[in-house]
């Protein structure tokens, strides 16, 4: 059925009148969107600090920064939380999703419950698992290491601590991707599944073939997202580990901050600071290009 | 083509528009140079007030009441003059100073550790305070607590107010238990002793059959792996073995050298002789604020313990141990902390007045009686702490204060190496990293970061 636009009024308003209208929101979105965003590539091929001010060094940032070794340990720290946190950003929540869908009593109190980490100050956050893995009063780790015997080392061990920081990501970010994906889910007709189920199609198989490729347009979203987030994971690194032990949970966006902060350079700051954003540009153009939605919608 | 903006009737091209666009944004983001104000602007004889930032040095209840009374006094003697102390926690302080400084909106009054003083001063955002008032007296201070403040221009830029220092300090109880062996006198000895005082659940010490290294109920020795703790005593094995954290010149690690890597492999002989807590143990500061008191441990490197943590351990006791010495002598790293004028403050001299007020030996000593900190002033003698009334805590700081003289500051570098070299050192030590690779490592990440600082 074709759909009537209404007829488009023709304005008589003045352009000064817009204009001014949407000075405030360009002033505003130019200084502290555009400015910084622009002036981030012009320090790229600078040297120096807020208070010394800069000078041009050519490509010396972009050469030193190829021969960074603990550059390329903070990339490799920020590969590894990408590989814990995004696949299960998406397994985990997606689950709790399917599982709070389904009507069952209490369900609204459910939903609620599972919202609260997401509620959190990632400095609650800290604490709370701090306490939870503490030696002494620990109750995860007295469950782990002192009934199980498995002698987790939480944040004492290189490559563990890195993960197990991920997984915190993962908890705190629960709640608000499996909203997502419930918002997704309930966005299904369900006659879709009355008329697969009519077919022989239920549980799983209805999973597979009705839900996951309608949720596409979902999963794109919570994907590039969750992708970003890891990407530039720095607070709980921050709250809980502060890079350590040793360098080990050092990532891309805590070696930036130290260099910000800690006495190093801008200019070299803001030369890794490109490097993410073309690192996240290519993922998120992957995941655009592979779960592409045509042919994933029902109308 | 869309028509061109219009304001105000005149009419503007998208060019025009964008180039005035670039002009502002330029303008936003040029570089300014700090300038440097020396002398007093006129406040037609009405009173000043004054911006005084500072991390706490006791709990920030007791740090804002002594500074609103310290204000008080000064205001009741000044004219008036107003100094308001904003407390910085100690986790964002050098990025709100960082931030403060670099965007010109520094507070008139700061408290600056050394190697922030550094930082700013060399970046012209400090006065110099001999610019200030060139009859400074300097009379008593500790000398290189001055020679560090030193601008290569010569110039002072900070007053010293304090020194901080952290003490080896032994839990008598437990050494009691391993029946008094006894104390050392050197790192190799400190690692023997540290096995001594250590007993699993069963009771076993290191070396027993049966000892169990995966249930420790005491650990010989405290090794905290956090950053903010590990600093104020990781550098003393190493001057003691003749090498240091960086090398003379700040552009390398100072540790490859036949010291350094006999000390670095000592730490490491300690840290799997499964004597020494895992660096890792807790994650909280607190935590191991306790582990000593608790006779979770039986030595360990502590800021001197205040009346507060006493009356929380009734039954602790702890003796102050000698600072162990290895092949070039004994050192404990020593902190100083220091009152510094911004160099755009419209009002210098009532600045450097408060300064002098604040670092009189009067009002020092009162300071140093609620913080137990140390002093840098050879006018303050061990009688600043008679006052006090806890017997504990007054014998620890009496004992610990003749360890002065072994202090030796950290180096004033314009950037962070510790909190970097703290980590890979940690990373050799906990058997993350052979001794090669860890010092490769280092020195490259060193020389980068010296290299960005402009060295």
Redesign the interface.
């Known amino acids: 059925m074709a759909i009537r636009h209404p007829r488009r009024r023709r304005s008589n308003r003045s ?2 009148a817009a ?1 001014l209208f949407l000075l405030p929101k360009t002033l505003l979105f ?2 502290f969107v ?2 910084p965003f ?2 981030t590539f ?1 320090l790229v091929f600078q ?8 000078t041009f060094v050519g490509a010396d940032n972009i050469v ?1 920064l190829a ?4 550059f390329w340990l903070t990339l490799r720290n920020t590969l590894v939380y990408i590989l814990v946190s995004v696949p299960l950003n998406i397994i985990v929540p997606l689950s709790i999703a399917l599982l709070i869908s389904t009507p069952i009593r209490g369900m609204r109190v459910y939903r609620s419950l599972i919202y609260i980490p997401s509620l959190l100050s990632i400095a609650a956050t800290g604490l709370i698992w ?1 306490v939870l ?4 009063i620990g109750p995860l780790y007295k469950l782990t290491n002192q009934v199980l015997g498995l ?1 987790l ?6 490559t563990f ?1 890195i993960v197990f920081v991920a997984l915190i990501g993962v908890w705190s970010g629960l709640g608000f991707y499996s909203i997502i994906f419930m918002a997704g889910l309930n966005d299904i007709p369900e006659d879709l599944y009355e008329a697969a189920s009519i077919d022989g199609a239920t549980g799983f198989r209805a999973f597979r073939t009705i839900t996951l490729p309608l949720l596409k347009p979902v999963m794109q979203i919570v994907l590039v997202l969750v992708t970003i987030a890891a990407i530039q994971v720095f607070d709980i690194i921050y709250v ?9 949970t ?1 990532t891309v966006m805590w070696y930036i901050y ?8 801008i ?2 700051a803001a030369a890794m600071g490109v490097l993410v954003l073309i690192v996240s540009l290519v993922i998120s153009g992957f995941y655009l290009r592979v779960t592409r939605t045509e042919g994933s919608t029902y109308e | 083509m869309s028509e061109p903006l219009t304001a105000q009737g005149t009419a503007y091209s998208r060019r025009a528009f964008l180039l005035m666009a670039a002009l502002g944004a330029a303008t936003a983001c040029s570089p300014v140079t700090p300038k440097q104000q020396t002398e007093e602007q006129g406040n037609d004889g009405k009173p000043v007030e004054l911006s005084f930032w500072k991390p706490p040095g006791q709990e920030p209840k007791a740090e804002n009441a002594y500074f609103d009374d310290l204000s008080a006094s000064f205001a009741s003697s000044h004219n008036n003059d107003k100094v308001k102390h904003l407390l910085l926690p100690w986790n964002d302080a050098l990025t709100k100073y960082t931030a403060a400084f670099g965007g010109g909106t520094a507070p008139d009054l700061s408290y600056l550790v050394l190697l922030w003083l550094n930082q700013f001063s060399s970046a012209g955002a400090l006065a110099a305070l001999n610019d200030v008032d060139a009859n400074l007296d300097l009379t008593g201070f500790q000398k290189n607590a001055i020679d560090s403040a030193k601008g290569k221009d010569g110039k002072l830029y900070g007053m010293p107010y304090y020194s901080s220092r952290w003490v080896l300090a032994l839990n008598e109880k437990i050494w009691e238990k391993a029946g008094k062996p006894a104390l050392p006198k050197t790192y190799e000895d400190l690692g023997e002793f540290a096995k001594k005082l250590t007993f699993d659940r069963s009771g076993n010490t290191v070396g027993d059959t049966g000892f169990d290294k995966a249930n420790i109920a005491t650990y010989g020795l405290a090794w905290p792996g956090l950053y903010e703790i590990e600093t104020n005593y990781l550098w003393n094995y190493l001057w003691a073995y003749g090498a240091d954290y960086v090398s003379e010149d700040g552009k390398d690690v100072g540790f490859d050298n036949a010291g350094g890597r006999e000390a670095l492999t000592l730490m490491r002989k300690i840290q799997e002789s499964g004597a020494a807590t895992p660096m890792t143990l807790y994650s909280d500061p607190l935590k191991w604020g306790e582990v000593l008191l608790t006779g979770r441990a039986g030595v360990q490197w502590i800021a001197p313990p205040t009346a507060e943590t006493f009356k929380k351990h009734p039954d602790a006791r702890l003796k102050v141990l000698d600072l162990p010495s290895g092949p070039s002598g004994k050192f404990v790293v020593g902190g100083v902390g220091y009152l510094c004028i911004s160099a755009k403050t419209k009002y210098p001299e009532t600045a450097l007045d408060f300064i002098k007020f604040a670092t009189s030996d009067d009002n020092v000593s009162k300071y140093l009686q609620q913080t137990l900190l140390f002093p840098v002033r050879d006018t303050i003698s061990a009688d600043v702490y008679a006052p006090l009334t806890d017997s504990k805590s007054k014998k620890f700081l009496t004992d610990s204060l003749p360890q002065g003289e072994f202090m030796r500051l950290t180096r004033p570098l314009p950037y962070n190496a510790e909190q970097y070299l703290a980590g890979e050192i940690n990373n050799y030590v906990s058997g993350q990293k052979d001794l090669d690779k860890m010092i490769k490592d280092a020195s490259k990440q060193i020389h980068t970061m010296a290299k960005n600082a402009g060295m």
Do not use: C
Not at chain 1, 133 to 136: A, G, K, L, M, R
Not at chain 1, 258 to 265: E, P, R
């Open positions: 352009p000064i204009s130019t200084a555009l400015v622009v002036y012009v040297r120096g600090t807020l208070l010394r001010g800069f030193a021969r960074d070794s603990l701090k893995i503490d030696p002494d002698h080392p939480y944040l004492s061990r290189g601590a809980m580990t502060q890079g350590g032990p040793g360098t080990s050092y130290q260099n910000v902060f800690g006495g190093g350079s200019g070299y």
